[in-house]
């Protein structure tokens, strides 16, 4: 009894921090969405109202819109160019580690770190573009922070360079974990190594999409940090994201209950992606023990 009960007490107080910081405020959030709040919480009920609201603002489409092309392309780019590398790697190539750790290093900086990086690196005044100039090259032109139509590719370049070589380490994780002996049949068979991975391994791998999937999308939908370092959210509104109109609504525009609306139906959306995989994994689990 007393040894089952030590771990229950050891635990407890993170358990109840996590009940109430995390569940808790997740709860008060959803509540203040349907609330006349504005600079301060307001706990009258008023309904659905701000759920009309922001369906209606133009803002919000824009932030739709742009997360739709972020994500469509950050998850399509990270998870080639990181199947890509795996496979290069798993070629058992001298200094493999080295490379691991090269293609890694980008996944331990934050989004901050590497939004303001990326910054400098794209600022036509101080950045590549002023590079090649000074090595003589002029008319080279690169300047998409500062247009409207082309700074989501900025995002989506940092994002992709700071992701890739985490989906590089799990579909490498996953390469390692193919049978060899389907792999070594199909060899002895004459099929040739694009065959192989085309017919024999990538088929293997779909848990690994799935999971690369989840993972890229929760983050590019709670993406706030890179798009404020690396851009601020413009030109104008051209990067804006649904963390962004969330956080400009709450706390700078003072219109708390849309911004907590915004934040709802960004879990919602978390949520759909999130949950089909952690019920998959949990039948999983129950049916192999």
């Not at 691991?100 to 980008?106: D, E, F, G, V």
């Not at 600022?123 to 690169?142: K, M, N, Q, T, V």
């Not at 959306?269 to 995989?277: A, E, H, N």
Request: aromatic share 14%; net charge positive.
């Amino acid at each position: 009894m007393r040894a089952g009960l030590l771990p229950k007490l050891l635990l407890s107080p993170s358990v109840l921090l996590m009940l109430v910081c995390v569940y808790g405020y997740i709860a008060f959030t959803f509540y203040l969405s349907f609330t006349p709040s504005g600079i301060m919480p307001v706990l009258q009920w008023q309904g659905g109202e701000n759920y009309v609201r922001l369906m209606g603002q133009t803002n919000w489409k824009i932030s739709v819109d742009n997360l739709w092309v972020f994500a469509s392309l950050y998850i399509l780019i990270a998870s080639l160019l990181g199947m890509l590398l795996a496979m290069l790697i798993d070629q058992q190539i001298r200094a493999e580690g080295i490379f691991r750790s090269i293609y890694l290093y980008p996944m331990a900086l934050s989004f901050v770190v590497t939004g303001t990086a990326w910054k400098w690196l794209m600022d036509p005044g101080i950045g590549l573009e002023r590079s090649i100039h000074a090595a003589g090259w002029e008319s080279f032109a690169f300047g998409w922070i500062k247009d409207n139509d082309m700074a989501i590719y900025c995002v989506v370049i940092a994002a992709v360079w700071q992701t890739t070589g985490f989906v590089m380490a799990m579909f490498l994780a996953g390469l390692r974990g193919i049978d060899h002996e389907v792999v070594n049949a199909a060899r002895m068979d004459g099929a040739r190594t694009w065959q192989v991975y085309w017919h024999v391994i990538l088929p293997q791998m779909g848990p690994v999409f799935l999971s690369a999937f989840v993972i890229l999308a929760h983050m590019a939908i709670k993406s706030y940090d890179l798009v404020i370092a690396l851009t601020g959210g413009g030109p104008g509104r051209a990067t804006w994201l649904p963390s962004v109109f969330m956080y400009q609504y709450t706390f700078t525009r003072n219109e708390m209950a849309v911004g907590a609306a915004s934040a709802t139906l960004m879990l919602i959306g978390i949520s759909v992606v999130v949950f089909p995989y952690l019920m998959r994994e949990y039948r999983r689990v129950v049916t192999h023990g």
